[in-house]
């Protein structure tokens, strides 16, 4: 294998006239390869750095840092004819969805199509570039320090090489794919990605609790606290721009809910709190125990732990999905991976209890992913286990 990697080319972007220029000319283009420079050390939200753009000619690197006016960059974003390449695109999301309140579509990520493609699954861009390329890319500057100004030379390099081969790796993708018949696939979980990031660009957090995997534990009064407190912490960690876990921990806010301290004295008795907390946000917290008792309890229909005989027939579905997988050639972490398949069980689960009797799994409210392609191969999975 090459370990030579060659000098790359770039121009450098820092003006708002060159920023606008470049949109302007790629608005012509079919498809553009991206990628994102960030740090986020203790911060909840990433600060951008830098953004990478491969237009199949010449590759940009973008310094945000001097560039006020981003709406024609915004605009090209959301130009339905230009494609969105990234490799492994979940965190570049998050970023376009802080700084400019949107997400790049349409949009192909690499690393899912790579694994339709049955070459891996989760395969990082140095890896696939070396399977496609035979070029080793370097690591070194992962975590170098990308707010520094000026950026090092090996640093922009680093960050040219990020993008120089996504276009010629998308193109041979594509190619494959439709010979397969599989490109509607990966751009339908390309997509699909985006529903991440719903809760994120409508500031709406008021489902946040849901995320909390022993909340069937509360009871209805407990969990209609649970549900405040989760959604105060999201909105905290914005406004001070911390992790939420520097703001309150889950066990703690847990712990709150379980037992609806009244005063601070009685918040001061759960342990996992820190005495800087209770100062700074005792109030608060109290403010919303308070309110939590004057709304109505919330009817408590988490799902519960997964009994033993319940367990055995979630284990004999993971085996004919994984068996499903291997004859249609898709890694079973694309067709169906645990947490699907646990939701479609769930719902099953929860309209077993409540009918006593067979249910048709076609009639009940099916996550979105079985809703697409993975319906014609997953339904008849779940029909034959399930009756």
Not at 73 to 91: R, W
Not at 121 to 130: D, R, T
Not at 188 to 198: A, F
Not at 226 to 245: G, I, S, T, V, Y
């Amino acid at each position: 294998m090459n370990n030579d990697v060659p000098t790359i080319d770039y121009r450098l972007i820092k003006t708002n006239q060159e920023l606008n220029t470049c949109c302007q000319h790629w608005q012509s283009k079919a498809f553009l390869g991206m990628d994102t420079e960030f740090m986020r050390v203790n911060t909840f939200y990433p600060q951008l750095a830098l953004i990478q753009v491969n237009d199949g000619d010449a590759i940009y690197l973008i310094d945000p840092l001097g560039i006020s006016e981003w709406e024609a960059f915004a605009e090209l974003m959301l130009s339905p004819g230009v494609v969105k390449i990234f490799h492994s695109c979940s965190e570049d999301l998050g970023v376009f969805v802080r700084h400019f309140g949107l997400l790049p579509t349409p949009l192909f990520d690499t690393q899912i199509a790579n694994a339709f493609l049955n070459e891996g699954f989760g395969l990082s861009y140095q890896n696939l570039v070396a399977a496609q390329s035979g070029h080793e890319l370097p690591k070194g500057e992962t975590r170098s320090d990308w707010l520094q100004r000026p950026l090092t030379q090996q640093q922009l390099q680093y960050a040219a090489l990020d993008v120089e081969y996504l276009p010629a790796i998308y193109l041979a993708q594509k190619e494959q794919l439709q010979e397969q018949g599989r490109l509607s696939w990966v751009e339908e979980d390309c997509q699909r990605l985006s529903g991440n990031y719903r809760e994120e660009l409508a500031q709406d957090f008021s489902q946040a609790y849901l995320g909390f995997s022993a909340a069937w534990q509360l009871n209805g009064e407990q969990l209609r606290l649970l549900k405040l407190l989760a959604e105060w912490r999201e909105k905290r960690a914005r406004q001070r721009d911390k992790p939420k876990n520097w703001i309150v921990q889950d066990k703690s806010i847990l712990e709150i809910a379980r037992y609806q301290p009244q005063a601070l004295q009685e918040l001061k008795a759960i342990d996992s709190l820190s005495v800087n907390f209770i100062r700074y946000e005792g109030e608060a917290i109290l403010q919303l125990v308070r309110q939590a008792q004057d709304l109505p309890p919330l009817a408590n229909d988490l799902p519960r732990p997964l009994s033993n005989a319940q367990k055995k027939l979630f284990k004999k579905a993971q085996t004919l999905v994984r068996q499903k997988a291997e004859s249609v050639g898709l890694p079973v972490e694309i067709l169906g991976r645990k947490r699907l398949l646990l939701a479609v069980f769930n719902v099953w689960l929860a309209s077993q209890s409540e009918t006593q009797q067979a249910v048709d799994i076609t009639s009940l409210t099916l996550p979105d992913e079985l809703l697409g392609w993975r319906k014609a191969i997953l339904l008849p999975v779940f029909q034959e286990l399930f009756q």
